[in-house]
């Protein structure tokens, strides 16, 4: 046993220690943070521009109608209210006059908007504005639809809130529907009731799917380079010498594992530090709306992610990797060169790649007869019982089935990697054929 | 010799592989601190049986004891150390790094192997006051670099038994001094060397028993000394001096002489050194009489054992040979 750690340590110091590690580690993160912050910025830069509340309000109504369109521009662009407070944004800025005035007004903030970082437009509200319904909007952003949309919607909400008032509704409530805001929630109904919590749930399964079948084909693969590496070396004679060869897979399996491991927690804390950390500030500068910063502002939910869930995702990651890595480690014995290994490892790489085609299917039918199969196969359910647990709820005793098949799968590919990897570790020469290897399992 | 007093005891070891048999029913006993020779041509069957000494591969049949005790027992392996043929380390790995790792599997602390670690370097020059290669990378070392690390690495765990398979192979004369000193000091110590080769000048200077392998096959095994005695022949040794005189003697009298069939029985040439077994009853002071009748100018001329590499040619023959070549080591 102390052997078996000796292994593990090596095999998990020298990879931590390695470029492609750190590189990885660092790399992955900012472009999952980049997968979720570019499209949200240029969401939220079309949704708000930092245009459509720094404009003049030009009001000759004598009404107060403008300030009312203020008011609701800036509830709906401002961003924290500590920003308000410090009125780093000043909004927009409301200039009651006369009929009369309005013509020279509009003269001069025309040239106020000409000047480059000052206001973007003005927007002309006169006289007749109450009774004929009619706005004029002038100014740098004039052929911005999602600008336009705003002003326009702000002023149609002030006339509701003006003619209320009209018509004697109290302040109170005017207040209360003007401020009215909704929160929908999304769920699927299909064939077999309500399917979960919609959209989250697809990204959450498929998510974990994809986590998974990455991380098992990448380090699976780095403990097959590492075997052949230690076979073209020669190395191995004189490991095998001090450690029984079984000992020697496990460790190397164990030590690959752990690095797969600490470089999953890593990404997930560093993303989810990025996320945390720059949303809020990518976004405002974007000039989005941000209550305070959570990545709920961007539309990920990690509501789905239950404990459970999170202990069932490491358990199916260990079990799928010990069952690939083992079988990776065997095909990498078998050859002495990267080519012959690529070849060697395409059965293999079969059972992970076949469980992924049916992933589809998965998703739109995590409850059906295919679903159900593949997460009770110890090659596809490390993939496939995460990504259903993901998608709707599993029963717990169908997991802890899985995950038991998963077990007894694991101890039979590790059984026979050890056969395989103990012959194969010495066989130097031609790539031996099936019928060789099968003798080199009886025989071993 | 009781089983205390062997650092190796195998009984009746055979390995089959599906084609041949690598080794067939071999017994040999080693006794503690001897420095023991496995002699064989290539593919005589002497990696596979050192193989199975380190339970690398299972022996078909038969059974092996190291210190008296089977060599599968766990542990038991830590007291051995093992230079392969084929030599390599981890590349990518620092010297100290590959050193630290293979003295913890031979269940060394990492703390012990580390003070060792620095005197092994220091003693095989590998760290100066100009650079201390032990925190280089393999690759970056030369090849007689790496072939002292691996050397310190198979002796890191100050192991009691040490089994070398073809040392010499691939060393440079300065290495292969060094490994020769080493093996040395280690029989100096009381420690167990066994190393297999095929030259037999080596195994002649250095091992005080040997056992001949062919065909997977003892041929014979015992003390050098042995060996080289109950053959009872009288063997000759002889060198001549070169100069152009010499080379037209050597032409006519001297490879006259040496077909007299009365005085020399067969006469293994080296172009300078003869290696000659006289013929029974012949007598050795008329041989060299003749020959400098015949114009040779004699540099040594002396009554001599047969050599191990006169005894493996006669034993082992040239049919043993190409037939050991097919097969595997």
């Known amino acids: 046993m102390d052997k078996f750690w000796v292994v593990a340590k090596r095999e998990y110091l020298e990879r931590v220690r ?15 943070t980049a997968t979720f912050l570019v499209p949200a910025w240029v969401a939220a830069k079309a949704a708000s521009g930092t245009a459509a509340h720094n404009i003049v309000i030009l009001d000759a109504t004598g009404t107060g109608l403008g300030q009312r369109v203020a008011d609701i521009l800036m509830r709906d662009t401002a961003a924290a209210p500590a920003r308000r407070a410090a009125a780093a944004e000043p909004g927009p800025q409301v200039r009651e006059m006369t009929q009369a005035q309005l013509a020279a007004a509009e003269d001069s903030t025309t040239r106020e908007v000409m000047k480059p970082n000052s206001v973007v437009g003005y927007l002309v509200l006169d006289d007749s504005t109450l009774s004929t319904r009619r706005i004029r909007y002038a100014g740098r952003n004039a052929s911005s639809i999602v600008d336009m949309d705003k002003v326009r919607s702000a002023v149609r909400q002030a006339f509701t809130g003006v003619m209320l008032q009209r018509e004697g509704v109290k302040p109170e409530t005017i207040s209360l529907i003007s401020n009215l805001s909704l929160n929908m929630s999304q ?18 399964g498929v998510g974990i799917g994809v986590l998974l079948l990455m991380s098992i084909v990448f380090h699976g693969q780095n403990v097959l380079r590492g075997v052949l590496e230690e076979k073209s070396t020669r190395v191995a004679e004189v490991v095998i010498s001090s450690v029984k060869p079984e000992i020697l897979l496990a460790g190397k399996v164990a030590g690959a594992g752990a690095v797969g491991l600490t470089q999953q927690v890593l990404w997930i804390a560093i993303s989810a530090y990025l996320l945390t950390n720059f949303a809020p500030i990518v976004l405002r500068s974007a000039g989005a709306p941000i209550a305070n910063g959570s990545s709920a502002a961007i539309g990920i939910s990690f509501g789905g992610l239950t404990i459970g869930l999170f202990i069932a995702v490491i358990l199916y990651f260990l079990f799928g990797f010990v069952f690939y890595a083992s079988l990776l480690a065997a095909a990498g014995s078998m050859v002495n060169s990267e080519q012959d290994a690529q070849q060697a490892a395409m059965p293999v790489m079969y059972l992970l790649i076949g469980s992924w085609l049916f992933v589809n299917s998965v998703i739109v039918n995590p409850t059906g007869t295919t679903a159900k199969v593949l997460s009770w196969l110890p090659f ?3 993939i ?9 709820p599993v029963p717990w005793l169908s997991v802890a089935g899985s995950l038991a098949v998963c077990a007894l799968g694991c101890v039979l590919a590790v059984w026979l990697a050890a056969r395989i990897y103990r012959v194969g570790m010495l066989m130097y020469g031609k790539k031996p054929s099936l019928a060789e290897v099968a003798k080199w399992v009886r025989y071993a | 010799m009781q089983g205390n007093d062997l650092a190796i005891d195998v009984r009746g070891i055979t390995k089959r592989y599906e084609e041949h048999v690598a080794v067939r029913d071999l017994s040999l006993q080693v006794p503690r601190g001897s420095v023991y020779g496995l002699l064989g041509p290539n593919g005589a069957g002497k990696t596979t049986t050192i193989r199975m000494l380190l339970d690398i591969i299972k022996p078909d049949a038969g059974s092996i004891a190291i210190f008296g005790r089977p060599s599968t027992e766990s542990g038991l392996l830590n ?3 093992y230079l392969p043929e084929e030599r390599g380390l981890y590349r990518k790995m620092q010297v100290r790094r590959v050193l630290r790792f293979l003295a913890e599997l031979k269940g060394v602390k990492p703390a012990e192997a580390d003070k060792r670690i620095d005197e092994w370097l220091q003693r095989f020059g590998l760290t100066t006051k100009e650079k201390d290669w032990g925190n280089s990378k393999i690759d970056e070392l030369s090849r007689g670099m790496q072939q002292k690390v691996q050397f310190i690495a198979t002796l890191l765990h100050d192991p009691e038994l040490v089994i070398l398979d073809e040392p010499f192979s691939g060393l440079d004369p300065i290495n292969a001094q060094a490994l020769k000193d080493a093996v040395v000091e280690l029989k100096r110590r009381g420690h167990t060397v066994i190393f297999s080769t095929h030259v037999m ?8 028993a040997v056992c001949i392998i062919a065909r997977g096959e003892k041929v014979l095994d015992g003390l050098v000394t042995e060996v080289r005695t109950s053959s009872g022949r ?4 002889l060198a001549l001096a070169v100069d152009s005189g010499t080379l037209a003697a050597r032409e006519n009298g001297v490879g006259h002489v040496l077909s007299d069939p009365r005085l020399v029985k067969r006469f293994d040439d080296n172009n300078r050194y003869f290696e000659i077994e006289l013929a029974p009853g012949a007598d050795a002071q008329e041989l060299l009489h003749k020959l400098i009748e015949a114009g040779a100018r004699i540099e040594r001329f002396e009554l001599v054992l ?3 590499h006169q005894i493996f040619i006669e034993r082992v023959g040239a049919t043993g040979v190409e037939t050991g070549m097919s097969g595997h080591g």
């Open chain 1, 380 to 382: 596809s359910s490390p």
């Open chain 2, 79 to 81: 007291r051995v150390g």
């Open chain 2, 306 to 308: 047969p050599s191990l």
């Open chain 1, 384 to 392: 496939i019982m995460p990504m259903r647990m993901g998608l709707s």
């Open chain 2, 201 to 208: 000048e080596n195994a002649e200077r250095m091992c005080d």
């Open chain 1, 18 to 32: 390695s470029r492609w590690f750190v590189v990885m580690t660092l790399f992955v993160p900012v472009l999952i």
């Open chain 2, 234 to 237: 009288r063997n000759v040794a």
């Open chain 1, 187 to 204: 769920t699927r109904i299909d064939e077999r009731g309500k399917g979960g919590s919609g959209q989250a749930a697809i990204f959450l």
